[in-house]
């Protein structure tokens, strides 16, 4: 029986995790405040994830530069690999939130997509 | 010089001016204008491209952009009128607005009431009085998080970074996920000022080691950052000699606290709070001077986004009573009683509490000045101890609340101050 | 070829070439840093000393007064800011009055006006903040605070307007005396020049030694300082002195003449000519000794501190003159404090040493007068709302903390010998110099530089060299 004591990261309360794992299966989830905090520590010692946040190059648009954000979560360790994907990305102006700007990014299943309007 | 008329003027288009904008409209008033200095409206959060912001207002995980994006459609859908690329350059105590831009010049605006919602700046290496040469590569990391994210510039390679407040953590992962290398956060407490979650996600997910009770104690290299020279702090924060460790890197990003952006607050003659650094107001949110209001970070640095919303929100509903009561207050036989934060407590926001003119409810907030586990955050109404609520940890990095009650506060004789402090049991 | 080469682009340097450009002569100033006062020109108290301080029969004294009386006229001529709000030196206990009063009599010796000894009353009266324990003071009426970056680069283009040449990134490695000429050799080639005048600050007794048997030498004396906010402006409005005692040297308490207040400095004598950081030891040292004088000092309003270095020579005197046994090559060495204050007057000397020398013609369109950069908060606001009419980049605030428009900051930067680093721009302008020190102007002004000047942002330095800001772009070692 291995514990493992985690800081949940799904909301800024950070509510220290007490997680239980018997032969690789999480056994039990103790000091979450909400739902959410059950989920993260269950997802994190099996498969963390995380939101990875980044800005890409815009042409043509009144900024520089739009920042942009995983849809969903994505593999921790891919993280990198997803840094690596938006090397030399450019997106012409406008682009609006929500649009996708590389989809199923390094082979994640998971869409890049804008998060803020540039015109 | 061009004079306009307004009946409400928001200096700051950032999240606590849009909610200010957008509450006073829905309040009723139609005249307002919202000056914002920076080429778009959002303020901070259009550098804060990370998650976390929106939980409590929206219900949803937003990245700062979005957020922001949030309340600019309602201030659009609201048809509040704005302008861009202009700076406030002075307030009268009669409310002439002094504003400049490039199209229109410098200019003149005749407000009912004025909103002040200017945000803060962050302290710099000259402030922290950090020995050692003044190279390039020494940046706030607010400044560096705008090279990064707003204009795709990488201000360094290796890194160190003096703060473990979140703007501090938030650009530790940022710029590795950039491709720089951060070799260390350090930081002069005992213990973090951000939030735990920023720990496990900006440093220990990259390995970044954290250094508690340290500090910067030399700079070297003339022309750039050649490296930092760290050391551990004493219980007096004082370097202790023979503990100091230095890393070669050819950036430092300073994290070391947040001062609100009082320039106009100050020569207005608005009241200010030593503690924070920001106007003292009433339950109205409104400051010494009447018809100037405060909220956002200009009032008291926050942590949480959704706490500025609501404040603003408040703040523009009180400018709009204001206004539409002709520019004065509504007459009120209690008194404005004092909020004294002690004993643990550093400061509230409000200053003073009206019993006749409060809502129902209203929130009252406060910071510690030290980390309080399984500690009492009481209220005490004269003598007499009204609130005794148990808080498992309480950190000067995040802000705390009480309630009061109109209904209790008035039913109490011959009130006259108002405590709050932490007790130990 | 040229007539003179001027080493050193620091106020004594310039002032030489505006002082020398009366004459007909071709002058081409080098400075081995990207501009000009780039040494100890931009780091000191920004005093006019009134001239008591200096011994009695010294260059130092006879400059010292003459360049303190050349200011208030000068500063008008070439568009510096320079204010005459008078010096007290202070006298903590009774028993050291005899001091005060020996200081008083080398001041009248060295020609100073209006010098005279005030008593505790008059003291407080004039400033409400002095120590409980102040007996007495000196008041020096005649002195000032100037501007040091306004002056020399007021002297830098004057000079320029007048045709001297200024060569930047150029470092003098070596001479060659040739027949009647000398071969100055730099890291950017060879210039044969008639006459050299040696300004080279802390560095000056380097190249001496290349030319003389009889050596100099110069000691960089590091002085700490803080600046305070400009929300401490009237805290003291005179310059105040600590009387030296057997306690110690003080340091000074001032008002600038931009409005913050000034602490220090601190004189460590270092080896390293380059040695310009501060220390922690520093700046303890000179918030525990400005404590002295005044009382309820608001350090805890510190936006900056910095250091420079003096270039004390063994003599502690100027050496201002021809070079023994190396003709043509004129000495502006040892120029300490009162240095800044003595630089109209230096200007003055080494042009007439050089001018004599080469029998020089006057210059007949020799252009005495010079505009600074057009500061829209000096206009009305009538004015200023026709200026940005006219041009909206006066419309635009880059700076807020000083209050500076995108117009002054592209002045700055077309000008003749304009800025070309982030640096360049603060000390022409002051952006960047207020309380955020540059957090929130530097990204604006470094997108204002790169369009100005033709070049990526990545290009724009803080002060040239490889003080780079941008290092790349994002993901680009990903």
Same mark, same amino acid.
Request: some cysteine; hydrophobic content about 35%.
């Given at each position: ?119 | ?16 001016? #849009? ?117 390039? !590569? ?242 005490? #109404? ?14 000067? !990095? ?10 209790? #506060? ?16 | ?20 450009? *009366? ?13 000009? =006062? ?15 301080? +200096? ?8 400059? %010292? ?15 510096? $800011?320079?204010?005459? %709000? ?32 005030? %008593? ?26 100037? =501007? ?10 004057? +000079? ?65 300082? =803080? ?53 922690? +030891? ?24 910095? +250091? ?107 000008? $003749? ?23 929130? =102007? ?19 330095? *803080? ?16």
């Amino acid at each position: 029986m291995e514990t493992r004591e985690l800081i949940c990261i799904g909301c800024p309360m950070g509510c220290p995790l007490k997680v239980e794992i018997n032969n690789g299966e999480v056994a039990s989830v103790t000091g979450n405040t909400c739902k959410r905090g059950d989920d993260y520590a269950r997802k994190e010692v099996t498969n963390p994830t995380r939101i990875v946040t980044s800005s890409v190059i815009v042409e043509g648009g009144s900024l520089a530069a739009v920042s942009v954000k995983t849809k969903q979560d994505i593999p921790k360790g891919k993280i990198f690999d997803i840094m690596k994907a938006l090397k030399g990305v450019k997106v012409q102006a406008p682009v609006h939130i929500g649009d996708v700007i590389v989809s199923n990014v390094a082979d994640t299943g998971v869409d890049i997509i804008a998060t803020k309007n540039v015109l | 010089m061009l004079r306009q008329v307004y009946d409400i003027v928001i200096v700051g288009g950032g999240p606590a001016g #849009l909610a200010a904008a957008v509450s006073a409209k829905r309040n009723g008033i139609e005249s307002i204008l919202v000056l914002e200095r920076d080429k778009e409206l959002g303020g901070i959060l259009n550098q804060c491209i990370h998650n976390g912001f929106g939980l409590h207002t929206f219900k949803e995980e937003l990245t700062g952009p979005e957020y922001a994006g949030r309340f600019i459609e309602q201030l659009e859908e609201e048809k509040i009128a704005y302008k861009l690329n202009t700076m406030v350059m002075d307030i009268s105590d009669d409310k002439v607005v002094t504003a400049m831009n490039r199209e229109d010049g410098m200019f003149e605006i005749q407000a009912k009431a004025v909103i002040l919602a200017m945000g803060c700046r962050e302290r710099s290496r000259g402030a922290l009085n950090i020995p050692g040469y003044r190279p390039a !590569g020494i940046y706030s990391a607010g400044t560096a998080q705008r090279l990064v994210n707003m204009e795709g510039y990488m201000p360094g390679r290796e890194v160190v970074i003096l703060g473990s407040g979140d703007i501090g953590l938030i650009m530790a992962r940022r710029m590795t996920l950039e491709g720089a290398k951060v070799k260390v956060v350090a930081e002069l407490l005992p213990y973090s000022g951000g939030l735990k979650r920023n720990i496990v996600q900006c440093l220990d997910d990259f390995g970044i080691p954290l250094k508690l009770s340290h500090t910067v104690v030399d700079i070297d290299g003339k022309e750039r950052v050649e490296g930092i020279t760290i050391a551990q702090v004493d219980e007096n924060r004082r370097p202790i000699p023979g503990t100091e460790e230095h890393y070669t890197c050819d950036t430092l990003l300073l994290s070391c606290g947040l001062i609100p952006e009082n320039e106009i607050s100050s020569s207005l003659g608005v009241e200010m709070s030593p503690v924070t650094s920001g106007p003292l107001v009433n339950e109205c949110l409104e400051t010494n001077v009447e018809g100037v209001f405060a909220c956002g970070n200009v009032l008291h640095v926050h942590d949480l986004v959704d706490f500025v919303s609501e404040e603003a929100g408040a703040a523009g509903k009180h400018a709009a009573e204001y206004v539409k009561n002709g520019a004065k207050h509504p007459s009120s036989d209690a008194k404005d009683i004092p909020i004294t934060a002690t004993q643990g407590a550093r400061y509230t926001v409000p200053k003073t509490i009206n019993p006749d003119r409060m809502d129902e409810k209203h929130i009252v907030r406060f910071r510690v000045g030290d980390v309080y586990k399984n500690c009492y955050v009481s209220v005490y #109404l004269n003598d007499e101890r009204v609130i005794h609520r148990k808080r498992p940890v309480m950190a000067p !990095g995040e802000m705390e609340e009480v309630v009061l009650k109109k209904e209790e #506060l008035s039913a109490f004789p011959d009130l006259s101050q108002i405590t709050v402090k932490i007790e130990e049991a | 070829m040229y007539d003179v080469i001027i080493i050193g682009a620091g106020v004594s340097g310039a002032a030489s070439a505006r002082e020398l450009s *009366k004459y007909k002569l071709n002058i081409c100033v080098v400075e081995k840093e990207e501009d000009v =006062c780039c040494g100890t020109s931009k780091a000191n108290s920004a005093i006019a000393h009134a001239g008591f301080d +200096a011994e009695s029969g010294s260059l130092m004294a006879k400059l %010292n007064v003459e360049g303190n009386q050349m200011m208030e006229k000068l500063s008008k001529e070439l568009d510096f $800011p320079f204010k005459q %709000n008078g010096s007290l030196v202070v006298c903590l206990h009774e028993e050291e009055m005899p001091d005060l009063q020996k200081l008083y009599e080398r001041g009248i010796e060295n020609g100073v006006k209006d010098l005279r000894i005030i %008593n505790r009353k008059e003291l407080v009266e004039l400033e409400p903040n002095i120590s409980d324990e102040a007996v007495a003071a000196l008041y020096a009426p005649t002195g000032g605070i100037v =501007c040091p970056f306004g002056m020399n680069i007021a002297f830098a283009e004057n +000079a320029a307007h007048n045709g001297v040449e200024f060569k930047f990134d150029t470092e003098v490695t070596g001479f060659e005396k040739k027949e009647d000429t000398w071969l100055v050799k730099t890291s950017q080639g060879d210039f044969e020049t008639k006459y050299v005048v040696n300004a080279a600050g802390v560095y000056a007794d380097k190249f001496h030694n290349m030319v003389s048997e009889k050596k100099l030498h110069i000691t960089p004396r590091r002085g700490d300082y =803080c600046l305070l906010d400009r929300s401490t402006e009237g805290f003291v409005t005179h310059t105040i002195f600590q009387l030296p005692s057997k306690y110690g040297k003080g340091v000074l308490v001032t008002p600038t003449v931009h409005g913050n207040t000034l602490v220090g400095p601190t004189a460590i004598d270092i080896e390293d000519k380059e040695g310009t950081n501060t220390t922690q +030891a520093g700046i303890d040292e000179l918030i525990s000794k400005a404590g002295s004088t005044v009382k309820g000092l608001p350090i805890r309003q510190v936006i900056t501190s910095f +250091a420079g270095l003096r270039a004390h020579e063994d003599g502690h005197e100027f050496y201002i003159g021809e070079v023994e046994g190396a003709k043509g090559f004129i000495d502006c060495a040892g120029i300490e404090s009162p240095g800044l204050t003595s630089a109209p007057a230096i200007g003055k000397m080494v042009a007439e040493i050089v001018s004599g020398l080469a029998g020089a013609e006057e210059n007949p369109d020799f252009i005495g007068t010079r505009k600074g950069i057009l500061d829209p908060k000096t206009l009305s606001n009538e004015e200023r709302a026709a200026l940005i009419k006219e041009n909206p980049a006066y419309g635009n605030i880059i700076c807020r903390c000083e209050m500076i428009t995108e117009g002054e900051i592209i002045d700055a930067i077309n000008r $003749p010998l304009g800025a070309k680093s982030l640096d360049g721009v603060k000390r022409r302008t002051r952006a960047g110099m207020g309380r955020c020190q540059a957090g929130f =102007c530097s990204p604006r002004t470094i997108e204002i530089l790169a369009r100005e000047r033709g070049v990526d942002p990545a290009e724009i330095t *803080k002060s040239g060299g490889n003080s780079k800001i941008i290092v790349g772009i994002n993901k680009d070692r990903i």
